[in-house]
């Protein structure tokens, strides 16, 4: 099949699988170049393992500390001519990149939200690895069943209070308008964004692995959140998507208390702001990206999700001592919120329009990095030739 990226909105429907190893390769590269983590971790289970974040946690974890990996994912293999999705291809490519390494790796694909992938994961880490030692929680998902009640949540992303106006960017045309958003209308938007992307499917999980026994002494489980610049407050930190955030984080305490007697710790590590499926659906926020790429590759201190996870389990996580902010999370967000990098951005935001924006920002570079996502853009490819899309992912029968 010939395999060229097609678009719907901020989503690409197509993914190359070549191009998708490629890219999973070239994080590979990145991670052996920077050396083996000192007392890195060795067992590993990577809760929405396949793209972003968690994909390059994987690959940290693997081919940083010689780790044994699980990956847990929601992907689509290929079926009736159509491509399968890149978090498939991405999974596809690091187990066969593992495999050869001598690594173990196997993943399961199914809704990690689900009381029967729980139970899969566990048996799987009974079966093969006895106990693992870090957990890594990287959902990133519109959606969520509630596994107790069945009732089906689905997150907004909206401001709280006052309709939000700012801009914001098209990315494909480049295009910059103004955009509105309203606030939401009630609670209910909260309640169901916070049962999403809220806390309480990380808690379940470590909830059950605990009383499965399947962690070891001094297990360390992370999750992910995001701040940002005080421009996006009204739509990320301080809207329906922020109250989540907060809810996750707060759930740290209650990890801690539940980890004690195995000496186990929680975080949340707060990361930059990278161009991923998630990160690309959020209003204004590609332009932001777009600019602080710019300014951030002009000072030589860019980093896309593999640096930032290869930093974050050698400098952080696994460092002699974690460094924690006033709050208690570990923060690689650090560069991003530098205040030269935040008022740099800032003043080229009051500057950009449509006429400017491919001279004052990086829309190249956000477009570019969009496609690789979905294995385009990669010139080691060529998309004009015959590819197989119906590349399995070696432990999924
Ligand atoms: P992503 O969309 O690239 O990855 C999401 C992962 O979750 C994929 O592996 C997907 O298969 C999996 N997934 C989604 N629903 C699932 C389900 N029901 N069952 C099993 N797997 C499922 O997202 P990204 O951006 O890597 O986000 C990961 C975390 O990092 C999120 O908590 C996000 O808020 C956070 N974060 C993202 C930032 C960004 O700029 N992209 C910045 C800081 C934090």
Redesign the pocket.
């Known amino acids: 099949m010939i395999i060229q990226p097609r678009t719907r909105g901020f989503i690409c429907v197509t993914s190359h699988p070549e191009g998708c190893a490629e890219n999973v390769k070239k994080q590979i590269e990145y991670v052996k170049s920077k050396g083996l983590i000192n007392n890195g971790p060795k067992k590993v289970l990577v809760?929405?393992?396949?793209?972003?974040?968690?994909?390059?946690s994987r690959i940290s974890a693997a081919f940083g500390s010689d780790a044994a990996t699980i990956?847990?994912?929601?992907?689509k293999p290929a079926s009736e001519g159509r491509p399968g999705?890149a978090?498939w291809y991405n999974s596809a490519a690091f187990e066969k990149e593992a495999h050869q390494a001598g690594l173990y790796a196997k993943s399961v694909?199914?809704?990690?939200?689900?009381d029967e992938?729980k139970k899969q994961v566990i048996d799987l880490i009974k079966e093969d690895l006895g106990q693992v030692d870090l957990v890594v929680?990287?959902?990133?998902?519109p959606?969520?069943t509630h596994p107790k009640t069945g009732v089906a949540y689905s997150s907004v992303l909206k401001p709280i209070g006052e309709p939000f106006s700012n801009k914001t960017v098209d990315f494909h045309s480049g295009v910059v308008s103004e955009i509105t958003i309203d606030p939401i209308t009630s609670q209910e938007d909260i309640d169901n964004t916070i049962a999403v992307?809220g806390g309480e499917d990380w808690k379940f999980w470590m909830e059950d692995l605990k009383a499965a026994g399947v962690l070891a002494d001094g297990v360390k489980t992370v999750?992910?959140?995001?701040i940002?610049p005080e421009l996006t407050f009204p739509i990320y930190r301080n809207g329906t998507?922020g109250m989540a955030?907060n809810d996750?984080e707060a759930t740290v305490p209650y990890l801690n208390n539940l980890l004690k007697d195995i000496n186990g710790v929680s975080y949340v590590?707060?990361?930059?702001?990278?161009?991923?499926?998630?990160?690309s659906a959020i209003p204004v926020?590609p332009l932001y990206?777009s600019l602080l790429y710019k300014v951030m590759k002009e000072k030589g201190i860019h980093e896309g999700?593999i640096e930032q996870m290869q930093r974050l389990l050698a400098e952080r996580l696994y460092s002699e001592s974690t460094l924690l902010d006033e709050a208690g999370r570990i923060r690689v967000?650090d560069l991003e919120m530098r205040e030269d990098v935040q008022a740099e951005v800032a003043e080229l935001w009051k500057q950009v329009t449509t006429e400017n924006i491919m001279e004052i920002s990086d829309l190249e570079g956000y477009k570019k990095e969009f496609f690789n996502?979905f294995g385009f853009e990669f010139d080691e490819i060529d998309y004009n030739a015959d590819t197989n899309e119906l590349v399995g992912v070696e432990s999924i029968k």
């Not at 694909?109 to 689900?114: E, K, L, R, V, Y």
């Not at 999750?223 to 995001?226: L, V």
């Open positions: 809760i929405g393992a396949s793209t972003g974040f968690g994909l390059a990956g847990v994912f929601f992907e999705t978090g694909n199914g809704d990690a939200f689900s992938i929680y990287s959902l990133a998902s959606r969520r992307m999750a992910y959140s995001y940002g998507i955030k996750l590590s707060v990361n930059k702001a990278l161009v991923t499926q998630s990160s926020v990206i999700c967000d996502l």
